[in-house]
């Protein structure tokens, strides 16, 4: 099966301007994610899909990010504007099931000036 | 808070030894739990899966959880150096994304 596909795999960006992300899940996973990893950490939530509805976005600093996933396949994360703390690896993740371990796609690493 | 705690490392261990990764979590309800693998520059690989007290064995790795200490391990046999990573622990809670942890470095030397 394909796997998860994000693009695009890198961009530098100057602080204040805007960006955003395309992640394309794995076919019939329900549940998508979208994690921020900066360096030296942990990967962190900052939304989770079921579907085309959020299950939680408690974490997504919604001043500047925001997400959707139009019917319920594709989604896209844009930050807007962007600040140079936004500097990480954007990770989608999909699963058939939140208790499934999921399926990560290969990341956009984001570089803000 | 929901913590998932690891000690960042790095771990050496020579080529051939067992290499034991530990993880501590605060959600006592916590349901699933996860070691991913994760190569420097790229994305998180789902190693092992565990849902219940005891181990689980797959080929050279073995995941144990004690739900009683809120604690998740990786036993890695036959270390190799292909082997040297930042190895993730993952805790989830029934219908919720997973909480990572910061991760261990593992060196594996030849």
């Known amino acids: 099966e394909a796997g998860v596909a994000q693009s695009p795999r890198y961009k530098i960006i100057e602080k204040r301007q805007s960006v955003a992300f395309w992640c394309n899940p794995i076919s019939g996973h329900a549940t998508l994610y979208w994690y921020q990893q900066i360096l030296g950490q942990g990967p962190k939530l900052l939304i989770q899909f079921q579907n085309n509805g959020v299950v939680d976005d408690s974490q997504l600093p919604k001043d500047r990010f925001s997400a959707e996933r139009l019917k319920g396949v594709d989604s896209t994360l844009k930050i807007q504007p962007a600040k140079l703390e936004d500097s990480a690896v954007y990770l989608c993740?999909?699963?058939?099931?939140?208790?499934?371990?999921?399926?990560f796609g290969s990341g956009t690493r984001l570089t803000v000036v | 808070q929901k913590e998932v705690e690891q000690n960042s490392g790095p771990l050496s261990v020579p080529e051939g030894a067992i290499a034991s990764l530990n993880c501590t979590y605060s959600d006592r309800v916590s349901q699933s739990f996860f070691w991913y693998r994760q190569y420097s520059g790229k994305s998180p690989e789902l190693i092992m899966s565990i849902y219940s007290n005891g181990d689980k064995e797959d080929g050279r790795f073995t995941a144990q959880l004690n739900k009683a200490s809120q604690y998740v391990s990786l036993l890695i046999r036959d270390s190799q150096p292909s082997d040297s990573a930042t190895y993730l622990c993952a805790v989830g809670n029934s219908g919720y994304a997973l909480n990572f942890g910061k991760g261990t470095s593992l060196l594996v030397t030849p």
């Open positions: 993740a999909s699963s058939l099931q939140p208790r499934d371990g999921y399926t």
